[in-house]
């Protein structure tokens, strides 16, 4: 049974930062591209950044210098460091595969950023 478990949310002031991790199991891990994705209140859920197989990562322009995306083949663990919060980056963050995410999706973590 495949399981993906995101944790490490929590709320923080601008400026604060916070490291999500991602456990995955059931389901083959090292040779997919794995990513991080995020739901605002009333927004679609977006691609935050994305790692390949072989930790080769894309990142939108948004979270460019302020996130770190980095992942454990051994332990099937996707990792965000996230740094220089601000507001407009609230949002329940998720962990998926890239391109094409599996069927389900975990309960998320939320990450709220407000003074």
């Known amino acids: 049974q495949v399981q993906v478990v995101e944790s490490g949310g929590g709320l923080v002031q601008p400026g604060g930062s916070l490291r999500l991790s991602c456990k995955v199991s059931?389901?083959?891990?090292?040779?997919?591209?794995w990513g991080w994705y995020r739901q605002a209140p009333g927004k679609q859920r977006e691609l935050v950044v994305s790692i390949g197989s072989g930790g080769n990562t894309n990142y939108v322009d948004s979270v460019k210098g302020r996130f770190a995306i980095s992942r454990n083949n051994a332990g099937n663990t996707v990792s965000l460091q996230m740094n220089n919060l601000q507001p407009e980056d609230t949002a329940v963050y998720y962990c998926?595969?890239?391109?094409?995410?599996?069927?389900?999706w975990g309960q998320g973590t939320q990450v709220t950023v407000s003074p």
């Open positions: 059931g389901t083959p891990f090292s040779i997919y591209q």
């Open positions: 998926n595969r890239y391109p094409t995410p599996l069927g389900g």
